[in-house]
Nanobody, 123 residues
Framework: QLQLVESGGGSAQPGGSLRLSCAAS????????IGWFRQAPGKEREGVLC????????NYADSVKGRFTISRDNAKNTVYLQMNSLKPEDTAVYYC????????????????WGQGTQVTVSS
């Protein structure tokens, strides 16, 4: 059974860091792009970062530039979202998703989604 499981969420203080993981099971991530999305209360889901099957990253949120990075470890079938210099406005449920090969900002074009992990940034 194909499954994506996010982990690593939790609480952090402003300026702190968290690393989210997205572990895939039931299939190999080698031929998939993996995206991280987030949804804050009362807001639409937005794309954050994506990494293609070839390892090219795409940033969809200007607000995270220079603070968040995405990486993938195909050997572990896992993708990571490193979040540094966290801000209260980063508070959201973070989701990973996969689609074949290339990234897309259109959330509707992604094939499979994880269940999400909560990130809360507050002092």
């Amino acid at each position: 059974q194909l499954q994506l499981v996010e982990s690593g969420g939790g609480s952090a203080q402003p300026g702190g860091s968290l690393r989210l993981s997205c572990a895939a099971s039931g299939f190999t991530l080698d031929f998939y792009a993996i995206g991280w999305f987030r949804q804050a209360p009362g807001k639409e889901r937005e794309g954050v970062l994506c990494i293609s099957s070839r390892g090219t990253s795409t940033n969809y949120a200007d607000s995270v530039k220079g603070r968040f990075t995405i990486s993938r470890d195909n050997a572990k079938n896992t993708v990571y979202l490193q979040m540094n210099s966290l801000k209260p406005e980063d508070t959201a449920v973070y989701y990973c998703a996969v689609r074949r090969y290339v990234c897309s900002a259109n959330a509707g074009s992604w094939d499979y989604w994880g269940q999400g992990t909560q990130v809360t940034v507050s002092s």
